[in-house]
Nanobody, 127 residues
């Protein structure tokens, strides 16, 4: 059974930074693309960033480009999301998820393409 555990959320002022971590169980972590999503109350789940299984390709939603950086350390079964210049409208629960397919080259933006999810970590950005 695969488990994903997020951490690193919290309360931060607008313009501040946070680094989220997603630690996965299992020996096949390095074979799977990972995505970060966020969901605010009353809103749909939104793709934020994704990273290919080998770390060689990343993609982002336009609104976070230049401010967020996704990375991974396969030796530690961990994916990171560094978030800088945070905005109040980015207050949400942040979730990491594993793509359904082995060796998926392009991180998909649809949450339906992911099968295992973490429990989420809350990020609150105050104005």
């Amino acid at each position: 059974q695969v488990q994903l555990v997020e951490s690193g959320g919290g309360l931060v002022q607008a313009g501040g930074s946070l680094r989220l971590s997603c630690v996965a169980s299992g020996r096949t972590f390095s074979s799977y693309t990972i995505g970060w999503f966020r969901q605010a109350p009353g809103k749909e789940r939104e793709f934020v960033a994704g990273i290919r299984w080998d770390g060689a390709f990343t993609n982002y939603v336009d609104s976070v480009k230049g401010r967020f950086t996704i990375s991974r350390d396969n030796a530690k079964n961990t994916v990171y999301l560094q978030k800088n210049s945070l905005k109040p409208e980015e207050t949400a629960g942040y979730y990491c998820a594993r793509d359904k397919r082995l060796f998926q080259n392009t991180p998909m933006r649809s949450w339906g393409e992911y099968d295992y999810w973490g429990q989420g970590t809350q990020v609150t950005v105050s104005s």
